[in-house]
């Protein structure tokens, strides 16, 4: 499932922006296929420019019924009347989604047999302070066992003994998701750490579910930013 609306705050319209011939949202969707892994992948949007986008270029799309805060909310209720157990959401704004990636996460619920893990999703280190101190860049800390403690837009952990060893990493915005948590999301009302964040996997962590981090050290580029857009077009050449 690809979660897709066209009115994003820091760049609006950018899915439908053209990404070297492409728009991003088509790019993300083909990109999505191309992997293989999936019966079926669709993007789920209230948008009617996207709806068309997609169906033209020979896609599948689920019109949402209602307007949603998040892309989880979007999707829990695409799936509601879905016979499946993992979903997959890949964000509309990863042209550079790619399988081994996806692989990672997926395989995380085949070595999970207590079913103790609620969701999985990605993580890269990242080196660059400016990266680290962009607000626009969601960073996450884990425990020893990878499972996510916390996800900011500040840089965490604070880096008060710069020479103790602290790594950074990005979150990436691709989750797999057991069908259960994600309808429970859906139902749990928004607090003010995600309110405050604007991240909404942080609502999983503030009612008790386990979100296991897979690193990856494949980055591409997630298009927030107009700026985000042209360092795509240059990375797609």
């Given at each position: 499932m690809i979660p897709a609306r066209y009115a994003a705050s820091r760049f609006p319209g950018k899915l439908m922006q053209d990404l070297n011939g492409k728009t991003v949202i088509t790019r993300t969707y083909e990109a999505t296929v191309a992997t293989g892994l999936f019966e079926e992948v669709y993007v789920v949007t209230d948008s009617d420019v996207i709806r068309e986008e997609i169906i033209s270029n020979g896609g599948k799309v689920i019109m949402s019924q209602k307007q949603h805060e998040s892309g989880s909310d979007r999707i829990a209720e695409a799936v509601q009347?879905?016979?499946?157990?993992?979903?997959?959401?890949?964000q509309g704004d990863e042209p550079f989604t790619e399988k081994e990636s996806l692989e990672?996460?997926?395989?995380?619920?085949?070595?999970?047999?207590?079913?103790e893990i609620d969701l999985a999703s990605l993580m890269v280190q990242i080196k660059d302070w400016d990266e680290i101190k962009n607000p626009n860049t969601v960073k996450v800390i884990?425990?020893?066992?990878?499972?996510?403690?916390?996800?900011?837009?500040?840089?965490?952990?604070?880096?008060?003994?710069?020479?103790?060893?602290?790594?950074?990493?990005?979150?990436?915005g691709i989750y797999a998701f057991r069908k259960?948590?994600?309808?429970?999301?859906y139902e749990l009302p928004m607090k003010s750490l995600e309110?405050?964040?604007?991240?909404?996997?942080?609502?999983?962590?503030?009612?008790?579910?386990?979100?296991?981090?897979?690193?990856t050290t494949i980055e591409g580029v997630e298009i927030d930013t107009p700026e985000d857009l042209e360092r795509a077009k240059k990375q797609w050449k």
């Amino acid at each position: 499932m690809i979660p897709a609306r066209y009115a994003a705050s820091r760049f609006p319209g950018k899915l439908m922006q053209d990404l070297n011939g492409k728009t991003v949202i088509t790019r993300t969707y083909e990109a999505t296929v191309a992997t293989g892994l999936f019966e079926e992948v669709y993007v789920v949007t209230d948008s009617d420019v996207i709806r068309e986008e997609i169906i033209s270029n020979g896609g599948k799309v689920i019109m949402s019924q209602k307007q949603h805060e998040s892309g989880s909310d979007r999707i829990a209720e695409a799936v509601q009347n879905v016979e499946v157990d993992i979903v997959i959401n890949v964000q509309g704004d990863e042209p550079f989604t790619e399988k081994e990636s996806l692989e990672k996460v997926i395989n995380v619920f085949y070595k999970d047999p207590n079913k103790e893990i609620d969701l999985a999703s990605l993580m890269v280190q990242i080196k660059d302070w400016d990266e680290i101190k962009n607000p626009n860049t969601v960073k996450v800390i884990v425990d020893q066992r990878n499972f996510a403690l916390y996800f900011s837009r500040s840089p965490i952990p604070y880096p008060r003994d710069e020479n103790a060893g602290a790594k950074y990493y990005k979150h990436k915005g691709i989750y797999a998701f057991r069908k259960q948590a994600l309808l429970d999301f859906y139902e749990l009302p928004m607090k003010s750490l995600e309110a405050t964040e604007k991240i909404e996997c942080i609502r999983y962590l503030e009612f008790g579910k386990k979100i296991k981090m897979v690193e990856t050290t494949i980055e591409g580029v997630e298009i927030d930013t107009p700026e985000d857009l042209e360092r795509a077009k240059k990375q797609w050449k």
